[in-house]
């Protein structure tokens, strides 16, 4: 027989060679490409994007209840892309040989996008009874992995996939990381949600990033729950010898190895993360990390435990960072103990707090403020120093720039006097505040952009 399979634009293959009637074995010559885009529908995974053109060249023998291929099918551009944890390799080219209803990857090669190579290679055998039984092996070189403003680093990769790829095969190697550049922001982001979006007539570019719909769900109806879906073992090791954190005042470097275990649906990491070296600067005083560590709870959330100490005339202080890294606290502790609101100032005057000039009791605003970028505006130590300096107002507030903090005091009853203090240079204001009667109010202030007086007026009704 002689003929041609087409399918639209995913299937174009020439068929030549015999077909038997009865009993017996084919003979069919089998060439032409199919497209990968064929595959979507049997994805389960709804993020992840295959695509690519394969070539086939070969011969289809054997009995018709179990026949098998003998040839070549080449890769060429080639894609796979993981929507929600933003893989991308693209480029992807190669050949996988076939014997029978066995497969051997030569080399299938791509390139990460942002950096770095990946390959892969190893073979699967095609007992379906058996679980397809696989070994392969994935290997990657300078892969960039970043996280735009926050995380900057490279990793090479020599990972083993083995067992019934049906069920789940162990996934193990080693992962192991160049230099690590992690920068803590001026303002820790806020926690944001994940929301479900229905796209209703998107545009062409973007139907074609997403997942196929499921044609057994009528549109607008909500997913049915997930299943326990694919849960493979995980047997991996993480080296990262030279981690430096820096910002909000921290300059330090880590190192250590991690053992990933439990399956892709339940990660655990095991083993930390620690000290190399480091310092903690607050305003002009520099403290050396005397202690420091991270570690992982409940799977994969990282949890510090950093600790920076000075000695401040006759007290050791000591400034503890504890918990999950996207949440965590700050206390000052002494040797011998005192308030935290004591601490922060024999820290940075070697004085206690009701003993602190003016001037310095506006440099302890601005630490405060610094540390406000990192724990927020918590009452308890704030509080603490007001009542300390007898003012009126010391507060934290967010702005543009990270934090500003205010200082005032009434001298009489109806005048107000504060400072204004925001963390980066020249952002210093005075203002004075005059109530002149119940609801009419003189406003000014004065600071390195220059000055200006209004009238405020209130009612009530």
């Given at each position: ?7 639209g ?11 038997p009637?009865g ?5 069919l010559?089998l060439?032409?490409?199919v497209?990968?885009?064929l ?5 389960a995974?709804?993020?992840?994007v295959v695509?690519g ?7 289809v023998?054997?009995?018709l ?16 892309a993981?929507?929600t ?14 014997a ?5 990857f030569?080399?299938?090669?791509g390139?990460?996008v942002?950096?770095g190579?990946?390959?892969l ?18 290997t ?9 403003g926050?995380?900057?680093t ?8 083995a067992?019934?790829a049906?069920?789940?095969?162990t996934i ?6 160049g230099?690590v ?5 001026d303002?820790l ?6 929301i ?15 997942p ?16 326990p879906g694919f ?10 010898a030279?981690?430096?954190v820096?910002g909000?005042?921290?300059d330090?470097?880590f190192?250590g190895?991690l053992?990933?275990r439990?399956?892709?649906?339940a990660?655990?990491i095991?083993g ?8 903690l600067?607050?305003?002009?005083q520099?403290l ?9 709870q409940?799977?994969l959330v990282?949890?510090?435990?950093l ?13 503890n960072v ?7 606290q700050i206390?000052?502790?002494?040797s011998p ?13 070697n004085?206690?707090s009701q003993?602190l ?24 130590v704030?509080?603490?120093i ?8 010391l ?5 543009e720039s ?8 009434y001298?009489?009853?109806n005048?107000?006097?504060g ?7 020249g952002?210093?204001r ?7 009667t119940d ?7 004065a600071?390195?952009?220059?000055s200006r ?5 209130e009612?009530?009704?």
């Amino acid at each position: 027989m002689n003929g041609t399979l087409r399918g639209g634009e995913t299937i174009n293959l020439r068929l030549d060679g015999s077909v038997p009637a009865g009993a017996g074995n084919l003979d069919l010559g089998l060439n032409g490409t199919v497209d990968l885009a064929l595959l979507r529908p049997f994805i389960a995974n709804p993020s992840l994007v295959v695509t690519g053109r394969t070539t086939l060249a070969g011969r289809v023998t054997g009995p018709l209840a179990t026949p098998g291929y003998t040839g070549t099918i080449a890769l060429s551009n080639g894609r796979v892309a993981d929507i929600t944890s933003g893989v991308d390799v693209r480029d992807l080219a190669g050949t996988i040989r076939l014997a029978g209803r066995n497969a051997s990857f030569g080399s299938i090669d791509g390139n990460v996008v942002g950096g770095g190579t990946i390959s892969l290679s190893g073979d699967v055998e095609g007992d379906v009874a058996g679980g397809l039984p696989v070994n392969l092996k994935v290997t990657g070189r300078d892969v960039r992995v970043r996280q735009q403003g926050v995380l900057d680093t490279t990793a090479d990769l020599d990972i083993t996939v083995a067992g019934r790829a049906t069920t789940a095969p162990t996934i193990g190697g080693t992962i192991t990381l160049g230099r690590v550049d992690v920068t803590i922001p001026d303002r820790l982001p806020l926690s944001v949600s994940t929301i479900d979006v229905i796209h209703k007539n998107p545009p062409r570019a973007l139907a074609a990033r997403l997942p196929p719909p499921d044609p057994r769900r009528p549109p607008g109806e909500p997913a049915a729950p997930a299943g326990p879906g694919f849960a493979a073992p995980l047997d991996l090791t993480v080296k990262a010898a030279r981690i430096f954190v820096k910002g909000q005042g921290i300059d330090a470097q880590f190192g250590g190895s991690l053992q990933v275990r439990g399956t892709t649906a339940a990660p655990q990491i095991l083993g930390g993360i620690e000290l190399v070296r480091g310092t903690l600067t607050i305003l002009t005083q520099r403290l050396e990390f005397s202690r420091g560590n991270v570690t992982f709870q409940d799977g994969l959330v990282p949890v510090l435990d950093l600790a920076a100490s000075t000695t401040a005339g006759d007290v050791t202080a000591t400034v503890n960072v504890t918990g999950p890294a996207a949440q965590p606290q700050i206390t000052f502790t002494s040797s011998p103990e005192l308030p935290q609101d004591e601490v922060i100032s024999r820290l940075l005057f070697n004085r206690a707090s009701q003993e602190l000039s003016a001037a310095e009791a506006i440099q302890l605003a601005q630490a405060v403020a610094q540390l406000a970028g990192l724990t927020g505006s918590g009452p308890g130590v704030i509080d603490g120093i007001r009542e300390k300096l007898g003012l009126d107002r010391l507060g934290v507030e967010p702005n543009e720039s990270g934090a500003q903090l205010e200082v005032g005091k009434y001298i009489t009853d109806n005048v107000y006097v504060g400072v204004e203090q925001g963390t980066e240079a020249g952002s210093s204001r005075v203002k004075v505040d005059i109530d002149i009667t119940d609801n009419v109010k003189v406003q000014g202030s004065a600071g390195s952009d220059g000055s200006r007086v209004g009238i405020g007026m209130e009612w009530d009704y």
